[in-house]
């Protein structure tokens, strides 16, 4: 799947003579294999960035293409779909259903999707076993820690197979060993040929991602290509 982001600028009406804009003409291409970082601060736009990027957000100028389909042009319902198809997405907060063991949390997006758990068995358990947490699918949430929950997390948006991982601020709260595990689980999912979007203020992800953009009041103000 490619995604362009052409021209994309985002304002916020705060009063009625007053806008906030928190992207500025931005012009992004995101191909298949890539593993791309948006490294900037706190309010830098990164996150308002990845949301345009999975159309949970509707620029107010420029255009969103998934392959050649404009977001602009679809329906919600068209987009929702689409986003649900080809994209897995690894949020801030976890968004785990407390009510749910870690496993079932894990398995949800195959319901939503109506795919067959039974299916996907065999990926669930290898998947769980690559990502080291086979022992914590019949706790809860709760009892999980932080490093824990984002491989967790990782899991679930991995589930059922999209062809793009989308991550805001995936080592966010972790300690260094949590963080380390994260930054070489995201690295070999793409030496495997999954593309990755990752929003961070974390440079060290630059160290591993394959393209950077820095990014400062709305603004792509940096780029570096590693290899």
Known sequence: MQIRLINITKEYKVTEDKKLTSLKRVNLDINEGDYISLVG?????????????????????????????????????????????????????????????????ILLPLLINGISVRAKKEYFRTLCEKLKISHLLHLYPYQLSGGERKKASIARALIHSPEILVADEPTANLDEKSAQEIYH???????????????????????????????????????????
């Open 185 to 227: 689980i995201f690295q070999n999912l793409n030496q495997l040929g999954l593309t990755i979007l990752v929003a961070t203020h974390d440079i060290r992800f630059r160290e591993y991602c394959r393209e950077s953009y820095s990014i400062q009041n709305g603004e792509i103000t940096g780029f570096t290509h590693f290899r």
């Open 41 to 105: 601060p706190s309010g830098s736009g990164k996150t308002t960035l990845l949301h345009t990027t999975l159309g949970l957000l509707r620029p107010s100028e420029g255009e969103v293409f998934w392959n050649k389909v404009s977001l602009s042009l679809a329906t919600d319902t068209t987009v929702c779909a689409l986003r649900r198809r080809f994209f897995g997405i690894v949020f801030q907060e976890s968004q785990f259903i407390d009510d749910l063991s870690v496993g079932d949390n």
